[in-house]
T-cell receptor, first 112, second 113 residues
Framework: ETGVTQSPTHLIKTRGQQVTLRCSSQSGHNTVSWYQQALGQGPQFIFQYYREEENGRGNFPPRFSGLQFPNYSSELNVNALELDDSALYLC???????????FGPGTRLTVL | GENVEQHPSTLSVQEGDSAVIKCTYSDSASNYFPWYKQELGKRPQLIIDIRSNVGEKKDQRIAVTLNKTAKHFSLHITETQPEDSAVYFCAASRSSNDYKLSFGAGTTVTVRA
């Protein structure tokens, strides 16, 4: 069984730039959720993709967008980066839209 | 939306002692309560979870209790070991469209040898 993987591991961007983060779900899982974890805080739900459709969204502005591909991998895109976007971005996969979610190692994004 | 509060924010225990972390939630419709352990620089790992139709669940040295009436749940770690040192997060979720997890702010547990 293959676990959840994310790329890149680290990323440094400047304000106003755009970034794309990638996630491959655990083998057999068809749902990917994205979370933002600021330093010293718990993860905050951004959105979820189920069967290639957005299936719920947290309190994040539209400049946070995503995609899910037929192989269930997913991308998180953030436009017009702000300093406060600096965080660890985690994706979690699950089988179906269920509670039990398994996390990837995260992408550490630093916005300068 | 759901609001999860977690206490304490830091916890230092002597090796072999027990550690208890408590969380409260606001949404009475929440019915799934997982606990994640996150070591420095690593991914959150699911260590135990409980659903609202169960009051207590145990897995070796780890147990979780749930009081639906009071809307709180707790993680109990017995016979703590140095490898238990990590940040622990509680979360709550309802069986809704997206099953999103609402997390507490985390508890940093340090086990002193």
């Amino acid at each position: 069984e293959t676990g959840v993987t994310q790329s890149p591991t680290h990323l440094i961007k400047t304000r106003g730039q755009q970034v794309t983060l990638r996630c491959s779900s655990q083998s057999g899982h068809n749902t990917v959720s994205w979370y933002q974890q600021a330093l010293g805080q718990g993860p905050q739900f951004i959105f979820q993709y189920y069967r290639e459709e957005e299936n719920g969204r947290g309190n994040f502005p539209p400049r946070f967008s995503g995609l899910q591909f037929p192989n269930y991998s997913s991308e998180l895109n953030v436009n017009a980066l702000e300093l406060d976007d600096s965080a660890l971005y985690l994706c979690a996969s699950s089988l179906g839209a269920t509670n039990e979610q398994f996390f990837g190692p995260g992408t550490r994004l630093t916005v300068l | 939306g759901e609001n999860v509060e977690q206490h304490p924010s830091t916890l230092s225990v002597q090796e072999g002692d027990s550690a208890v972390i408590k969380c409260t939630y606001s949404d009475s419709a929440s019915n799934y309560f997982p606990w994640y352990k996150q070591e420095l620089g690593k991914r959150p790992q699911l260590i135990i979870d409980i659903r609202s139709n169960v009051g207590e669940k145990k897995d070796q040295r780890i147990a979780v209790t749930l009081n639906k009436t009071a809307k709180h749940f707790s993680l109990h770690i017995t016979e703590t070991q140095p490898e238990d040192s990590a940040v622990y997060f509680c979360a709550a979720s309802r069986s809704s469209n997206d099953y999103k997890l609402s997390f507490g702010a985390g508890t940093t547990v340090t086990v002193r040898a």
